[in-house]
């Protein structure tokens, strides 16, 4: 009897100093299966580091990314390699230009075209998915029509027309990308929400007189959270390809700003010159941040995933 009293006080004594083990809630152990996850935190790792180059990187930049180097632009592939003595550390491009400072330039631009077009597509395909699913009826059938007919027109013709007609601008392209990067969110968005808004819980909040701003602010977008994620992390590295895609064709951004997609095109456009590094390093950062930003996704996907759990 003494044995089981003691036994009763030393749970209470270990309750009462909280060494028990809590129950974790649903994004923390999603967030402890995403460090479980050594491809996923290596390339996380990476990624920091591209940023931090980005940051840190213009602090120890010898030439601006306009200024010319008049002694190299006229002998680029025998003066215009890298090198640490004459401040060019990737060297230059065609126009004496240094590669160094607009490798940073164009890393920064490709990752602002990637993180502002996700969010755009975050935003927009977000409230116009669940709008059209929970609601339903005609309004459903009337926006998903829209969306449809959208999907129906390659995305890219969308994007040449709109900056043919408005302009070549960091403006006009984002919103070029933004223009067609929301229609696949909607439509996923859409689904699971014709999956949630028929579970008891929403049933049930129903019942209980909440309204349907409530409803769809408070129980609909937070179970979509895992979903969303997911998928803007995806359509990140996708931003950048056709971002890319469009530099190269010479439709992006225009000079002297620059992307990775101009970069590369330009280094293409000289490799057989004997001047190779003007490609290999956009390039090497260029595949990169896909590479990293695709195996972040898929292990925000992996910890995200209820099944899996």
Request: glycine share 10%.
């Amino acid at each position: 009897m003494f044995a089981k009293s003691q036994k009763a006080q030393d749970l209470a004594e270990d309750v009462a100093s909280e060494s028990v083990v809590k129950g974790r809630s649903l994004m923390r152990d999603a967030w402890l299966r995403f460090i479980q996850n050594k491809a996923a935190m290596g390339c996380s790792f990476v990624l920091g580091m591209v940023i931090l180059f980005v940051i840190i990187g213009p602090l120890f930049a010898v030439w601006n990314h306009e200024e010319i180097d008049w002694a190299t632009m006229g002998d680029v592939r025998g003066l215009g390699y890298p090198s640490i003595e004459s401040g060019h550390f990737f060297g230059v491009d065609d126009l004496g230009r240094d590669l160094f400072s607009r490798t940073i330039q164009a890393t920064q631009t490709s990752l602002l075209v990637g993180l502002i077009g996700a969010a755009m597509a975050l935003c927009v395909g977000t409230l116009y998915g669940v709008t059209a699913g929970y609601f339903g009826g005609r309004l459903d059938t009337a926006m998903m029509a829209f969306v449809d007919i959208l999907l129906a027109i390659p995305t890219t013709l969308i994007i040449i027309l709109i900056l043919v007609v408005a302009g070549k601008s960091f403006i006009t392209l984002f919103l070029a990308l933004g223009a067609v990067s929301w229609l696949t969110m909607s439509r996923i968005v859409r689904g699971q929400t014709l999956a949630l808004k028929s579970r008891e819980f929403i049933e049930a909040a129903r019942a209980g007189g909440v309204s349907d701003t409530a409803i769809v602010t408070r129980h609909i977008v937070p179970n979509l959270a895992g979903v969303v994620i997911v998928y803007a992390s995806i359509l990140v590295p996708d931003m950048i390809l056709a971002e890319s895609f469009i530099s190269f064709l010479g439709l992006g951004i225009s000079e002297p700003n620059t992307s990775l997609g101009a970069l590369i095109a330009e280094g293409a456009g000289t490799m057989a010159y004997g001047t190779l590094w003007q490609l290999l390093f956009p390039l090497f950062f260029y595949v990169t941040i896909i590479i990293t930003m695709f195996f972040i996704g898929d292990g925000l996907r992996d910890a995200l995933d209820p099944k899996d759990r």
